[in-house]
């Protein structure tokens, strides 16, 4: 007896204390909010709309049961012919119709928070290929690609399937804007920790945000089926400190440098000049 609440004290306290950052086997529900928004939408699936449709759902199993039971054959010979009841008739519009505008209220506001995309400290562009991402940092002129690591070349506490040779760094407590967009077909770009998923789609470009509030690292997945090897192309994000973020940026300037665009820009504008 004492094992077995041994084993369960030792479940809740590793799952509060460790960050699931990442997907568990046989896991129920979110992983652990990192960033804001993420709490906020834990806040509305865990007290909103789980309490709600878990009622629901208890209520019409009971009115299943009590009609099945009451209403039998073998206890009404004689069938009821009632066709019409006015109260209740207006009580099941009107009670659904409040339950939505409930919903309807934190579910907007969270809409438009995500929606509107405070100024972005730090900016970062991701493309879809078959069947990596690609990264670019358009304000720091670098860029890489980030491919998933093989089973075989894993180092030890690095998931599966969820490892890749280039990760993107992000400082804590910074918004962080993501464009997001795609080369050959679709895919999406998800990270559940920080409640973020947007379609990244060819010939457009999809815009997202987040504000990590935790140090460490984040793991999502291509999030739209995009062929053979869409479940082979993961996100890993490690956030840190303003320092270890200067440090990684300095070394990422030498070791992804792009070419520098702003000359290609004043060439273009020359030509242009000419034209006109
Ligand atoms: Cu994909």
């Not at 207006?90 to 339950?99: A, D, F, N, R």
């Not at 070349?153 to 399937?161: F, G, H, Y």
């Amino acid at each position: 007896m004492t094992n077995i609440f041994k084993t369960i004290s030792l479940i809740f306290l590793t799952s509060g204390s460790a960050l699931a950052d990442q997907p568990k086997n046989w896991q129920l529900g979110f992983q652990n909010p990192a960033s804001t928004g993420m709490e906020e939408i834990v806040w509305f699936h865990d007290y909103m709309l789980l309490p709600i449709t878990t009622a629901i759902t208890v209520f019409v199993l009971f009115l299943i049961l009590y009609a099945c039971v009451k209403f039998r054959a073998s206890k009404n010979k004689v069938a009821s012919t009632t066709s019409h009841n006015t109260t209740i008739e207006v009580l099941w519009t009107l009670i659904p119709c409040l339950i939505l505008i409930v919903l309807a209220v934190p579910s907007f506001k969270l809409l438009y928070e995500q929606d509107t995309i405070p100024k972005a400290e730090v900016t970062i562009k991701a493309t879809g290929y078959q069947w990596y991402w690609g990264y670019e940092y358009p304000d720091e002129n670098i860029g890489f690609d980030s491919y998933m690591v093989d089973e075989k070349d894993l180092k030890a506490n690095q998931p599966r399937l969820l490892t890749v040779d280039n990760e993107i760094y992000v400082p804590v407590n910074k918004v962080v804007k993501v464009l997001i967009t795609a080369d050959d077909v679709l895919h999406a770009w998800a990270l559940p920790s920080f409640g973020v998923k947007r379609d990244a789609i060819p010939g457009r470009i999809n815009e997202t945000w987040f504000k990590a509030e935790k140090t460490g690292t984040f793991y999502g997945q291509c999030s739209e089926l995009c062929g053979i090897k869409h479940a082979f192309m993961p996100i890993t994000v490690n956030v840190v400190t303003d320092e270890e973020y200067a440090t990684w940026l300095n070394d990422a300037k030498q070791k992804f440098a792009l070419e520098d665009t702003n000359t290609n820009i004043k060439v273009v504008k020359k030509e242009n000049k000419k034209i006109n």
